[in-house]
């Protein structure tokens, strides 16, 4: 590799335009990845009936749930694989590698014939579609919350970094779309019977527009100026293990908040509250929009004020109104009053998932920041958000619904002291010593 001199040297500075030109690169890629990951999630109440034998709703939904769950599995092998490539070979070509993975996986979901058809050969190739995704987005995240972190300026760091989730959410904002437009086009039976084939093979088709854009991204100067370390990646990353269990706290409250009022959240308004399945699409659809739009105001907010006192708002607010928010929604009658409960949530959740990539970037030195971003998260995220539907399905399967109620609450407690003993990232990064 050449020398930090060298690079310096020849590397002139970039202009705002062309940090915006990386980031969005970056991001649409980001987009494409979470919309094939997330149209299981929306889709999942229409082809339930598709992979597994009939029975009641509730027992189909702990079945896909509980593949949604494996898909997490694969996560940290994706952490871990695509962390260590992505220190190696560059961001750009760990990026390329995971949008091409989720291609596969979708196009298998899209061709897989029923249950009912090919018989228990169904659900196991919905397990490898849902591994090969998992694969993909474990790599995913960390390397582009590495990407976004290092092209952005210090001043805007907090600003730029967190359009990572404005690209996640809006992923999953364009899989409710497609859900919208199917449903308002297709029966029930339709969607059920092919329909819900429609959205994996629009994703699929997508990920070869996310390659195209990929292609032309910019590598940062930061993986550019580094070194590789001398010694085995894996133990240059134990060196930090401070870093790695903070990565883990932090995370642990936030993705289950995060993964219980968005994915959960439209199967909860169905198979709990009681609407219909267009009501609780248009509720999740309007909430994630406004949720979207917060993202760069709380990470902008960040970059005045702190990472660590928005991070202890999230905790405070998430560990005091969890319960009383689910309570309620569980006997909300009215539209308004289930999107205004479920924004209020979101709103508190923003105060984790507007920074939380920023703030595990800024922990780790250049030569192992995409393996210790992503990693230990994949991990917590494997442990706590891929299993949040299955958790909330179990406990209303046995008439205990309330104990998720508490589950979260205490998973958010548990990272609030993380978030109150753990200093604060803006001022004490490692990326502005790179």
Partial sequence: MESTSTLSASAPTRTTSQRIKSIFSGSVGNLVEWYDWYVYAAFSLYFAKAFFPQGDLTAQLLNTAAIFAVGFLMRPIGGWLMGIY???????????ASVLLMCFGSLIIALT???????????????VARLLQGLSVGGEYGTSATYLSEMATKERRGFFSSFQYVTLISGQL???????ILQQTLTVEQLETWGWRVPFVIGAMCAVVALYLRRGMEETDSFKKTE?????????????????????GLTMGGTLAFYTYTTYMQKYLVNTVGMS????????????????LLQPLVGALSDKIGRRPILIAFGVLGTLFTYPILT???????????????MAALIIVSGYTSINAVVKAELFPTEIRALGVG???ALTVSIFGG???????????????????????????????????MKDTRTHSRITTD
């Fill in 375 to 377: 990693l230990p998260y």
């Fill in 174 to 180: 364009i899989a409710l779309a497609v859900l919208i």
């Fill in 86 to 96: 992505a220190d190696r070979k560059g961001r750009k070509a760990a990026l390329l």
């Fill in 328 to 342: 309620t929604l569980h006997t909300v009658q009215s539209w308004w009053g289930a999107f205004f409960l479920i």
């Fill in 277 to 292: 399945k267009n009501d609780s699409t248009m509720i999740s659809a309007a909430t994630l929009f406004l949720f979207m």
């Fill in 113 to 127: 014939p029923s249950y009912e058809t090919i018989g228990v050969a169904a659900p196991v190739l919905l397990v």
């Fill in 228 to 248: 590789a370390p001398k010694e085995n990646i894996m133990r240059t990353l134990l060196r930090h293990p401070k870093e790695l269990l903070t990565v883990v």
């Fill in 387 to 421: 299993t949040a539907e299955y958790v909330a399905l179990w406990f209303k399967s046995v008439g205990m619904e309330s104990g998720f109620y508490w589950y979260v609450t205490g998973c958010i407690a548990c990272s609030l002291l993380v978030y109150i003993t």
